[in-house]
């Protein structure tokens, strides 16, 4: 098993583009977390999975962002016409299935930059 | 919203043990005590994790105060690699949900 693994790593867009990210978690990982930092802060939760559904989704998540897990195994991550303040770094990770004593795994990450 | 606090920024000199506290003082009952760090454009990597009982792996110690409202992280012999963003995070079953951590500087 290689841990999660995220891509692309770096993506370029101009303002109004829509961009898609993949994450892969390790398997049998049922829970799969979305995040995003921007420079100088912590991680922020954007949303997470349990196998197929989406469990919750933060208010940072606004109607631009989308995010999927069809089959309960990869993600994707969806931003529709991008603006500037997207730029950020989008991580993935993912946990077992087991009650609070289980620690999540982090990729590497995907950095957006909106020019 | 995070429920920790934790120093903005540690120095610490190389070889010596790196002690990073984190307070927690509204943990509940069955909320375990994570670790996580952050090496500079990387993602956050797993340290260490416990509930009420002092724990330790390869990476590093956990002291979780005996009524847990703190925690200290011990990193034995610190090196240039261990600078880093610590977060300490306090986790029921749900989302991790990380503050802003505390810049290690190690020192030369």
């Known amino acids: 098993d290689t841990g999660v693994s995220q891509d692309p790593r770096h993506k370029i867009t101009k303002r109004g583009q829509n961009v898609t990210f993949r994450c892969d978690p390790i398997?049998?990982?049922?829970?799969l977390y979305w995040y995003r930092q921007t420079l100088g802060q912590g991680p922020e939760f954007l949303t997470y999975f349990q196998n197929e559904a989406q469990l919750e989704k933060s208010r940072l998540l606004s109607d631009r962002f989308s995010a999927e897990r069809p089959k309960g195994s990869f993600s994707t991550l969806e931003i529709q016409r991008t603006e500037q303040g997207d730029s950020a770094m989008y991580l993935c990770?993912?946990?077992?299935?087991?009650?609070?004593?289980?620690?999540?795994?982090f990729g590497q990450g995907t950095r957006l930059t909106v020019v | 919203d995070a429920k920790t606090t934790q120093p903005p920024s540690m120095d610490c000199a190389e070889g010596r043990a790196a002690n990073l506290p984190c307070n927690h003082s509204t943990i509940s009952g069955n909320e375990y005590v994570y670790w996580y760090r952050q090496i500079h454009s990387q993602g956050p990597q797993y340290i260490i994790h416990g509930l009420k009982n002092n724990e330790t792996n390869e990476m590093a110690s956990l002291i979780i105060t005996e009524d847990r409202k703190s925690s200290t992280l011990i990193l034995p012999h610190a090196t240039l690699r261990d600078t880093a963003v610590y977060y300490c995070?306090?986790?029921?079953?749900?989302?991790?949900?990380f503050g802003k951590g505390t810049r290690l500087h190690i020192l030369p």
């Open positions: 398997s049998e990982h049922n829970r």
């Open positions: 995070i306090v986790r029921l079953d749900d989302k991790i949900i």
């Open positions: 990770a993912s946990s077992p299935p087991r009650w609070g004593n289980t620690e999540a795994f």
